[in-house]
């Protein structure tokens, strides 16, 4: 099955069924995924959002409601599995003015309250240390599975579909695991390989894993 991608925002689910739901309505439900999935020790958002912080996942989904909504305006799609307990979203590498990026700044510190400082810290961090001389790709920013359903398929069915997707507009991936269990799994079911040195939180022993892909162009996809 191959992804078909559409207007910015749009939900594509691993049946090829397209969400015909407004906007808000498919960027809620990639929101409540992700927030379910990164709520817990994940630990780049465990320092981001700490565990103790009062109405924590209020910010967590503050924060990944506000990140997926400025990438889903600027060229990005989200793939859901469907059962909707997994989702991955992935955004195009294409320059945004200051501007935008001032208003997306602002928008991350109203949603994330007392974790606004941490939250921007990590934004500037991964802005600082993305790679500029890379050939075509995709950035996957974020892809997670609800816990209740981890271990059941849904992380090896997304990324075989963005690999399927990669491979037929010839584009290679870019992603920063969040933990070396997700960097190997990156690694094993994408054949992701690491891209330079570890993007250590200054001050913490917390870091995300850089990746990329070299994927087979010029082998035949399966129909």
């Known amino acids: 099955m191959a992804l078909r991608t559409g207007p910015a925002g749009r939900v594509i689910t691993l049946e090829a069924r397209m969400h015909t739901a407004a906007l808000t309505d498919d960027l809620e439900l990639v929101t409540d995924i992700m927030t379910d999935a990164f709520s817990g020790p994940d630990p780049v958002v465990s320092w981001m959002i700490p565990q103790d912080i009062p109405r924590r996942e209020r910010y967590v989904r503050g924060f990944m409601r506000t990140w997926i909504e400025f990438m889903l305006d600027h060229d990005g799609f989200a793939l859901v599995t469907s059962d909707h307990c997994g989702a991955m979203v992935a955004e195009p590498a294409n320059p945004v003015t200051a501007a935008e990026l ?12 007392p974790a606004a400082a941490r939250c921007l810290d990590l934004i500037r961090l991964l802005d600082a240390r993305y790679p500029q001389d890379l050939p075509p790709h995709l950035h996957v920013a974020l892809a997670g ?12 069915a997304l990324t075989e579909e963005i690999v399927r997707y990669c491979v037929e507009a010839r584009r290679e991936i870019y992603c920063e695991a969040s933990s070396k269990r997700n960097s ?3 690694q094993r079911l994408a054949g992701l390989k690491p891209l330079g040195d570890d993007i250590v939180i200054p001050e913490t022993e917390v870091a995300l894993y850089p990746l ?12």
Do not use: C, N
């Open 102 to 113: 001032e208003r997306f700044h602002t928008a991350i510190g109203d949603a994330t309250g």
């Open 145 to 156: 599975v609800r816990p209740a359903a981890q271990g059941k398929g849904g992380v090896f």
């Open 184 to 186: 190997a799994l990156w």
């Open 212 to 223: 990329f892909s070299r994927l087979p162009f010029d082998a035949k996809q399966p129909e």
